[in-house]
């Protein structure tokens, strides 16, 4: 089984509404975090968060990390066309890895 | 100045062939990894390498072998190459190794097609 599952699969808004995107894991990390992958592309990096922090924003980007619950969201408030891509969770190892969720897929609609 | 990149774009090439990947980083990272990233696109690691040494190896067939002749560069070579072997594959490069807070950068990906 997977360490980092991600909800939902997709997701469809329409421009300016908000996007939150669900990251759940099993075990113990050091840190989460968040990145983006726009269709044909590399993944970039958005956000990271610590293991000891709970909420963290970047630009228009949110992130929240509830260890207790071994869970994480990402909101991408007043979306844009241009904010259409894949989000994916990764959450950092003790043992030296970084394990991928398999992602949503963002939608925006002008 | 691309940060992490992989070469060739795209790979087709026939069952039973052997083929390489090259992957070179320009950031000064200590750490470079391997990923395949299937029709899902779920993203599976398969190898790190800190300061050319193999530190992470999931279970990866055989037929794959990394190298990695310097720091900057890490390397996939696939034998006998397999219809599965399909998929998007990307290096990424860190700072340091993955316990060190340190986000990662992805090269472009290097689509194989085996027909």
């Known amino acids: 089984s997977q360490q980092g599952e991600e909800d939902p699969q997709a997701l469809s808004i329409q421009e300016g509404e908000n996007a939150t995107m669900n990251c759940s894991y099993k075990t113990s990390i050091n840190n989460l975090q968040w990145y983006r992958q726009n269709s044909g592309r590399g993944l970039v990096h958005l956000i990271l968060i610590r293991s000891n922090e709970r909420e963290k924003h970047s630009g228009r980007l949110r992130v929240t990390l509830d260890t207790s619950k071994k869970s994480s969201s990402l909101l991408i408030t007043a979306s844009r066309a241009a904010d259409t891509a894949s989000y994916f969770c990764a959450t950092d190892l003790f043992q030296g890895k970084l394990i991928f969720g398999q992602g949503t897929e963002l939608s925006v609609k002008p | 100045d691309t940060a992490v990149s992989q070469t060739p774009k795209y790979l087709v090439t026939q069952m039973g062939n052997d083929k390489s990947i090259k992957c070179e980083q320009n950031l000064g990272h200590d750490t470079m990894y391997w990923y395949k990233q299937d029709s899902k696109k779920f993203l599976k690691i398969m190898f790190s390498y800190n300061n050319k040494e193999l530190i992470i190896n999931e279970t990866v067939p055989n037929r794959f072998s990394p190298k990695s002749p310097d720091k900057a560069h890490l390397n996939l070579h696939i034998n006998s190459l397999e219809l599965g072997d399909s998929a998007v594959y990307f290096c990424?490069?860190?700072?340091?190794?993955?316990?060190?807070?340190?986000?990662?950068?992805f090269g472009q990906g290097t689509r194989l097609t085996v027909v």
């Open positions: 990424a490069s860190s700072l340091g190794p993955a316990g060190g807070n340190t986000e990662a950068f």
